[in-house]
Every structure is written in C-alpha cells, then in structure tokens.
C-alpha cells in the first residue's frame, strides 16, 4: 500500500526551530518529487516546499524562503522539513504529498504537477 | 505570491450539476495545462479528483470533470451526491518565484 507518514510536530515558542519528517512506503521514493502543503487552522491549503526525486533541486513558497529547508534521504525513503526561526503564522497541519508523474523514464519521473498521495499531516504551532 | 481565485461558498441539491471556477494569470491557469483539483472533507487529507486541467486519477468518478478557458479553470460535479459535500481547491503550476499556488477554497453544499 502507498503510505506518506509524518512526524515530528509540536509546540514551539517562535523563534523556535523543528524538523518534520516523513516516512513514504509502498513505491519507489528515490523517483518522484516530493512536496510540503500546510493548512492553517480554518484555513485554506499553500504549498511550501518541493524536492526533485534526486534531491538536486527544491523551491519554496516566498513565505518561508530563507527560513525553511527541505531534504531528503532516498536510502530511509524519508522527506524532511528543517523549520527555523518559526513564526506564530507557520501554525498548521503540515502534509507531505508525492509527486504525480507524467511519465517516468530511466528510473526517474516527470511531473504533472499534482500531488496524488498525501499523509495524515502533522500539527506544528508556533506559540509563547 | 497571490492565491488563485475561487468562490467562498457554492450549494446545489442533489442530482444537480455544479461548477467552481478558479481564475488565475497568464503565469499559471492561462499559462500552462497543469491545473489541478483536491477534494477535501473535514479533519481529512485533501484528495487529488483532477490534474492537468481534465483528466481523472484511477478511482475518481466520472461525475467529475474539469475544463479551461483562458486564464480561469473550472470543476463540474454532475449528478450531485450528499458525499461531495467538501471543500474543494484548486492548484496551478506558476512561473511566479514559487513552483506551485492553491486557490482559496470552495466550500460545497448539498442541500
């Protein structure tokens, strides 16, 4: 069975930093991009990360660029979020959510741009 | 980055047709086929229903379907049902400094 889990989240005093993890199973990690979505609460979704299968490539959301980094470890088949001077605005449910391919080739995939596996999501809240 | 745009709230009773629009720039709806929709129930993990403006992922119904005109996408659900009461979004590829945006959520009523 394809299985995003997360981990890691928790209260955190802003300024605060956290890591976030996520276990993938059930397909082959190393060949898709990998993205972050979170929801604050009530809130709406907004992408925060993507990391190329390789993990050469990544971008991010201008609203945590230079704050977050997101990783990789394709021989744990584990997605990371290293989050640092956190702000009571990144409070939210943090989801991991794989890559849907166009087509894949030669072990690695193209993508289409949507996320077709997402995991539980994990609650991070930034707060004194 | 600016969300993409969607309505609030829209409702139809059941065996109805509906439509949710999402309108965006030339730098992501207009600009590329990569528009994607998520259905999303309370408490749950959004769901992928349509990707690249109109096709469906294996499993989803053929009650949904998605089109494009211009810079504005849009999600029809056919033949409502009480289960398709969610919140739906849509996502785009953008050139902006960012790979991808959400629009703001439609909350859909069946009546």
């Known amino acids: 069975e394809v299985q995003l889990l997360e981990s890691g989240g928790g209260l955190v005093q802003p300024g605060g930093s956290l890591r976030l993890s996520c276990a993938a199973s059930?397909?082959?990690?190393?060949?898709?991009?990998m993205n972050w979505v979170r929801q604050a609460p009530g809130k709406g979704l907004e992408w925060v990360s993507v990391?190329?299968?390789?993990?050469?490539?990544?971008y991010y959301a201008d609203s945590v660029k230079g704050r977050f980094t997101i990783s990789r470890d394709n021989s744990k088949n584990t997605l990371y979020l290293q989050m640092n001077s956190l702000r009571a605005e990144d409070t939210a449910v943090y989801y991991c959510?794989?890559?849907?391919?166009?087509?894949?080739?030669?072990?690695?995939?193209?993508?289409?741009?949507?996320?077709?596996?997402w995991g539980q999501g994990t609650m991070v809240t930034v707060s004194s | 980055q600016s969300a993409l745009t969607q309505p609030a709230s829209v409702s139809g009773s059941p065996g109805q047709s509906i439509t949710i629009s999402c309108t965006g720039t030339?730098?992501?709806?207009?600009?590329?086929?990569?528009v994607s929709w998520y259905q999303q129930h309370p408490g749950k993990a959004p769901k992928l229903m349509i990707y690249?403006?109109?096709n469906r992922p294996s499993g989803v119904s053929n009650r949904f379907s998605g089109s494009k005109s211009g810079n504005t996408a849009s999600l029809t659900i056919s033949g409502l049902q009480a289960e398709d009461e969610a919140d739906y979004y849509c996502?785009?590829?953008?050139?902006?400094?960012?790979?991808?945006?959400f629009g703001g959520g439609t909350k859909l009523t069946v009546l």
């Open positions: 059930g397909f082959t990690f190393s060949s898709y991009a």
């Open positions: 959510a794989k890559d849907y391919p166009r087509y894949c080739s030669g072990g690695s995939c193209s993508s289409a741009y949507a996320f077709d596996i």
């Open positions: 690249e403006v109109s």
């Open positions: 030339s730098s992501d709806v207009g600009g590329y086929n990569y």
């Open positions: 996502s785009s590829y953008t050139t902006s400094s960012t790979a991808e945006v």
């Open positions: 990391i190329s299968g390789s993990g050469d490539s990544t």
